[in-house]
Structures are given as C-alpha cells and as structure tokens.
C-alpha cells in the first residue's frame, strides 16, 4: 500500500481528482510486487538441497559418465572391429 504521504504527495502534485486513478493504479502494483515477493520468499524456502543430496547427486552423475564412457570406449571397438573387417 502507498503511505499517506505518498497519497497526499501525489494529490498534491496532480490534484485529487487527477491523483485518484493513479493511486489506484499505484496500489495495485505495489499489491502485486508484495504479492511476488511472498511467492518467491516461498519458493526459497522450499526444501533446499542438503550438502548429503548433492554428494548423491554428484555420485548418480559420475556413475553415469563412466558407464557412457565405458559404452563409447565398447562402440569405438566395434566400429574399429567393422572398419578393420571391411578394409580386409
């Protein structure tokens, strides 16, 4: 919400008829930011990761990179098994 100066303040400057469209415009953006900080204080306080969680995560991930660089390393004989096969 606007403060009573700020309301006056604009008043003053525009007049009170003029001002009162512009207050009420005002009041809603300001509803509005107040209301997005709530949802974004919200959502930082949402089950943060733990240091134990990304230690697990980083585990999950460098298994799978092995087990992809272990299926690359098997492909690449393959292939240079096929390649050799062709070239006789």
């Known amino acids: ?11 003053e ?3 009170a ?5 512009l207050i009420g415009i005002l009041q809603d953006i300001v509803h509005h930011i107040d209301n997005q900080k709530v949802a974004v204080k919200a959502d930082l306080l949402m089950e ?5 969680d990304i230690a697990r995560l980083e585990g999950k991930i460098e298994s799978e ?8 390393t098997r492909l690449e004989g393959k292939l240079d098994s096929s ?3 062709i070239n006789g």
């Open 1 to 11: 919400m606007l403060t009573f100066e700020q309301t006056k303040g604009l008043e």
């Open 13 to 15: 400057a525009f007049g």
């Open 17 to 21: 008829e003029k001002a009162a469209p």
């Open 48 to 52: 943060p990761a733990t240091k134990a």
């Open 65 to 72: 990179i092995a087990r992809l660089e272990d299926k690359i």
């Open 83 to 85: 390649v050799a096969s």
